[in-house]
């Protein structure tokens, strides 16, 4: 909140117009601080790294995100009063957990990536923030549905499609008639995805996930350089 006192220092006379924003800025400090909000653990037996990925596998406790919804992530051990926004890509089989998967690129991932590394078989404290949502959550609502991503940014498309997968699975039905497996209209949807990379190095981020995306009609990766 330094840039509150500059500003009255400099441009008293401006300073009516930053009130508002003030107080609006406080109470959602305040907010925040009293709901959506818990501490969990991260389990060690479930989480590693590889490469330049960390795989972070959080127990959810009551939270029940919906596909393209993110939490707020801090770490004490990294810094206390720091932050950070990640997509949930899917839970666990019978969703005790929620995984995060975050590439070291600057110097907080940088530390946790580190951690998981000298830390394997211990439990790390995490305080979560959650869930938010984002446009993605909406996607459900189509039946044809074209996402465009970058990078990282490939998070809530996949945590989508995971979700749409396990909609399919859970929801087909017997035809009666014969031994194949329809499924209801409503779960005939037509994606296209189009992933914009800088390198090949991205695709070992959500390889293993790739796996399970058989039922989309159409995945594109776009690369704009090959290494």
Known sequence: Y?????????VPSEFI??????ILIIIDYLLSHHYHRYSSIIIPSKSFTKDN????????????PKSGEYFLLNIPTINKHIYKPFTVIQSGVHNEYCEFRIRKVGN???????????RP?????????GPYGSPATALARYKNILMYSTGVGLTPSL???MSHIKEHQSSTVSCGQCDEKSLPDIYAKNITVVWVIRDTSWLSTFYDLFNNLQELRKVYNYKSKVN
């Open 17 to 22: 117009y930053i009130i508002p924003i003030t």
């Open 108 to 118: 907080w991932t940088t530390r946790l990536h580190k951690m998981l590394q000298d």
């Open 121 to 129: 078989e211990h439990p790390i404290n995490i305080k979560i923030k």
């Open 53 to 64: 990925l960390s795989i972070l596998r959080v127990i959810k406790g009551d939270a029940n």
């Open 2 to 10: 330094l840039w509150i006192i500059v500003i009255y220092i400099h």
């Open 159 to 161: 945590s989508f499609i």
